[in-house]
């Protein structure tokens, strides 16, 4: 008792137990009412004092700051849970707040507590036993059925039904890769439009285009290449100095540094150019670097469209999809190197501009494209997407459902 912090509160024997029934009860009540379609959705006031709107059990174990022991143990698990198979987090909370109040009921009659556990730990094996002997073989129809009920819980019935086909289509296409990993699905949002008009793309949607107003804007029959060469200045890595004694040897320094970058722009400019006479097909380049706008001129000269400072992910995604390999050299500029698709298009919408890359030759990857009219409904319906992806493809790995 001496090392106890003098602001730190003792209960008697018996009364933390009681606290913690009192702190399940409040948890139960404050999300059992987000549970199915019919529940109802909570305002939250960040600290940065930005307002949530969410019935979303994820984002409430996030945003609220719980303070009592069991409350941070039970959003932790739930979080935990709802990041392996998205979604679930509510009901989770619910069943495991209920569950500690009719323990806490025996315990009260004099139970012992050990003997609540055990008995908890027998129900649990019965209970999985039993679901898994009435659990049903997935199909087509029941599948996109599930989509649909996952998705109701989280946004309106109309989109449900818009968004559910969507889901399953994506799910599908990356089945089709050994790895099956629900993150090469890209949810990209579009400030334009209804909800309703949000579609599947067979294919990859980059939230920027070329940076030269002379790049193309639509290609057909084209090649791929996917690089992470740098086309413009960079910092060295290490510290590092150059040494100059007068103004002649630095311009020289600058000079010979240029025609190193601009050696690599003019080597990509003459591969694309190769390719359109020999094969017919159009070069574009997606780089994880960044291109300067000489590289660009250059570039463009030669009717390639350039995409610069492309995501890690997209790179990997765009592999999946159009095949090929990373370029890191000028000299693995090759054409067994490269990627292919059926088309590519550029569409400008307000100040945001998007790069349609469509009629890929492999699954593995796609996109969701999600449209709406105001910033919070796309950013519900993203948050549904995402979740109900997770749940899809545990229940497609398992082919079982209840």
Aim: glycine fraction near 6%; hydrophobic fraction near 40%.
């Amino acid at each position: 008792m001496q090392s106890t912090q003098s602001d730190a509160q003792i209960t008697q024997s018996g009364q933390a137990m009681k606290i913690n029934n009192n702190t399940t009860h409040a948890m139960k009540e404050l999300f059992s009412t987000t549970i199915g379609p019919n529940g109802t959705f909570k305002g939250i006031i960040t600290p940065g004092q930005t307002l949530t709107i969410t019935k979303n059990g994820d984002i409430l174990c996030k945003d609220i700051q719980f303070i009592n022991p069991t409350s941070i143990v039970l959003t932790k698990a739930a979080s935990s849970l709802y990041s392996t198979y998205g979604d679930g987090s509510s009901t989770f909370i619910t069943l495991s707040s209920e569950i500690f109040t009719n323990s806490f009921k025996y315990i009260c009659e004099g139970c012992p507590v050990t003997r609540v556990c055990n008995g908890l730990q027998v129900a649990m094996s019965d209970v999985s036993r039993h679901i898994e002997s009435i659990s049903v073989q997935i199909n087509d129809e029941i599948f996109e059925k599930l989509a649909f009920n996952l998705l109701n819980t989280k946004v309106t019935k109309n989109l449900a039904k818009i968004a559910a086909p969507l889901l399953v289509k994506a799910i599908k296409n990356i089945s089709q890769s050994q790895f099956q990993d629900t993150n090469m699905v890209e949810i990209m949002k579009m400030n334009e439009g209804e909800a309703s008009d949000t579609r599947y793309v067979e294919g990859l949607v980059l939230d920027h285009a070329g940076r030269h107003y002379a790049m193309p804007t639509k290609l057909d029959d084209v090649v791929i290449m996917v690089t992470n060469m740098s086309l413009e200045y960079e910092k060295p890595e290490i510290t590092a100095q150059f040494v100059y004694s007068n103004a002649q040897q630095r311009e020289d320094l600058i000079k010979h540094e240029r025609e190193f970058i601009l050696a690599k722009a003019r080597a990509i400019a003459a591969f694309g150019t190769d390719i359109k006479n020999s094969t017919g097909k159009s070069l574009m380049v997606v780089s994880e670097k960044g291109i300067d706008p000489f590289s660009l001129e250059i570039l463009a000269k030669a009717g390639i469209l350039a995409l610069r400072r492309a995501k890690r992910r997209n790179l990997e995604r765009l592999l999946y999809m159009c095949g090929g390999n990373i370029i890191s050299q000028v000299n693995q500029l090759d054409i067994n190197n490269l990627g292919y698709c059926q088309r590519v298009r550029t569409r400008i919408i307000g100040e945001d501009k998007y790069t349609f890359i469509e009629g890929t030759p492999y699954k593995g990857s796609c996109t969701i494209l999600v449209r709406g009219s105001t910033a919070n409904q796309i950013k519900r319906l993203q948050s549904a997407i995402r979740a109900s992806l997770k749940a899809l493809n545990m229940t497609y790995l398992n082919k079982k459902v209840v």
